[in-house]
Nanobody, 124 residues
């Protein structure tokens, strides 16, 4: 059974850092592009970042550029989202998603498999 599991969320003060992980089971990630999305209460799901199969292409939404870094370790079947300089507006449930395509996109309807999400709360 194909499954994605996010971890690494939590409560952090503004300016702090978290690293989210997206681990795959039941399939290998090396032929899948991965996207990170987030959804805050009362808001639509938003694309945050994505990474292509070879990691040669990454993309970030403008609000996180320079603060977030996406990476992948195909040997560990895991994709990461390093989040630095966190702001209260980054508070949301973060989801990873996978699609069997070489190049990624930040459209949520482009993805076939989704994790259950991990909560990130940025507050003092």
């Amino acid at each position: 059974q194909l499954q994605l599991v996010e971890s690494g969320g939590g409560l952090v003060q503004p300016g702090g850092s978290l690293r989210l992980s997206c681990a795959a089971s039941g399939f290998t990630l090396d032929t899948y592009s991965i996207g990170w999305f987030r959804q805050a209460p009362g808001k639509e799901r938003e694309g945050v970042s994505c990474i292509s199969t070879s990691a040669g292409f990454t993309f970030y939404t403008s609000s996180v550029k320079g603060r977030f870094t996406i990476s992948r370790d195909n040997a560990k079947n895991t994709v990461y989202l390093q989040m630095n300089s966190l702001k209260p507006e980054d508070t949301a449930v973060y989801y990873c998603a996978a699609v069997r395509r070489t190049i990624c996109a930040l459209r949520h309807n482009a993805y076939d498999y989704w994790g259950q999400g991990t909560q990130v709360t940025v507050s003092s």
